[in-house]
Structures are given as C-alpha cells and as structure tokens.
T-cell receptor, first 118, second 115 residues
C-alpha cells in the first residue's frame, strides 16, 4: 500500500529565510505527487503537482518541489519565506483508481506545521 | 468559475445519530472525492464518485455512504455516528477525461462534532 512520510511535525523559520519541507513516499508505480497547504480551519489549496516530465516542478506562491525517484522523495522548497506562508503543509501521493483517465485517490502525510518568525 | 462549496460549515450531533453532508462541485467537474481529516492528522480517503457511481473506496465501514447527482453534486451520509467520527470532512472535485490526469480541488470542509 502507498504511504507518505513527512518527518518534520513542526518547523519554525524566520521571515526571509529559505525553507525546505521533506516528503518521502512509498508507491509501487510511477507516482502522482502533490503538495497542498491548509490554513487554520480551512480546506486544502494545491501548491503544485507532479504527474510526469520535468522533475523540478514550479507552483504557486513561489514554491517549487523536486521529484527524486532514487530517494522516493518530493521535497518542497521556497527561497524566501513570507509571514503569510505560516500554515500546515501536506504532501500526498495519488494512487490510480482508473488508469484510463488518471483518476486517483490521495494518500496524505500527517503534515508539517510551518511557523514564521517576523 | 465557482469553486467547490460544502454545507453546512459546522455541525454537532450525538452518538448514534445520522448525518448528511453536501458538496457542490467546481464548474465543469464530474468527479467527487470525500476525505476525513481527524484533528492533527492528514486527510484520509473515504470514497470517490463518478457518473453517480462509487469509483473507489478507502478503509471506511459501510455506515459511510454517498451519492452523486446528475448535476455532479454529492452527499456523504454517515449512520450510527461514533465519537471518532468527529472530524473535518473535505470534498474534492475533479474532471475525469480520457488520456488526462486530473487535479482534485478541495472545498472548505464541514466540521462535524459528535458528542
């Protein structure tokens, strides 16, 4: 069965510092990979996704992630963090339900809470 | 373009009761997935509906059931509520197309508290 591990439960960074959130996955086939962000009491917003192709993926709000098959990792990075980035971040892997149209279920990690010091 | 909406936003029920949560898909989307997010956890997949049929199911008991309507909106029904059902219930919509990989877009969720 697929699984996602986010080793860091809570990370605190200073505003303007760089950020890297770690994500490791376990999945038998080529994975669909995602990063979502959740603000308190809110739903999930998609930051970026990897389906195939270029292993360095650009997302919204200045985020990027790199798929490394050999390490089963999909770490999220941002060169300079803003106070508004404080939130919880979830990495997810998509398991195909219907391969003909890329329909899948998402398996999420437990999340990494990001705090930003002004 | 209208995003995914869910109702109600909050709900309090007592153990043993039944609850219905509702989701309206984003415009142009034909697939709905439901997830349960317990406090401090990542969301867990409950099931997915496409063309009014269940397309896949996670590790949830049969008392969790769903419907999808011709306009692609959806309901999640939970019978015989248990305390552990207290969670944020998230709906995600997507557009299934042949040969394409879809993206799931989430609604704001319904917060259910079972007393």
């Amino acid at each position: 069965a697929q699984s996602v591990t986010q080793p860091d439960i809570h990370i605190t960074v200073s505003e303007g510092a760089s950020l890297e959130l770690r994500c490791n996955y376990s999945y038998g086939a080529t994975p669909y990979l995602f990063w979502y962000v959740q603000s308190p009491g809110q739903g999930l917003q998609l930051l970026l996704k990897y389906f195939s192709g270029d292993t360095l993926v650009q997302g919204i709000k200045g985020f990027e992630a790199e798929f490394k098959r050999s390490q089963s990792s999909f770490n999220l990075r941002k060169p300079s963090v803003h106070w508004s980035d404080a939130a919880e971040y979830f990495c997810a892997v998509g398991q195909l339900l219907y391969s003909g149209a890329g329909s899948y279920q998402l398996t999420f990690g437990k999340g990494t809470k990001l705090s930003v010091i002004p | 373009e209208t995003g995914v909406t869910q109702s109600p936003t909050h709900l309090i029920k007592t153990r043993g009761q039944q609850v219905t949560l509702r989701c309206s898909s984003q415009s142009g989307h034909n697939t709905v997935s439901w997830y349960q997010q317990a406090l401090g956890q990542g969301p867990q997949f409950i099931f997915q509906y496409y063309r009014e049929e269940e397309n896949g199911r996670g590790n949830f008991p049969p008392r969790f059931s769903g419907l999808q309507f011709p306009n692609y909106s959806s309901e999640l029904n939970v019978n015989a509520l248990e305390l552990d059902d207290s969670a944020l219930y998230l709906c995600a919509s997507s557009r299934r197309r042949a040969g394409a990989s879809e993206t799931q877009y989430f609604g704001p969720g319904t917060r259910l508290l079972v007393l």
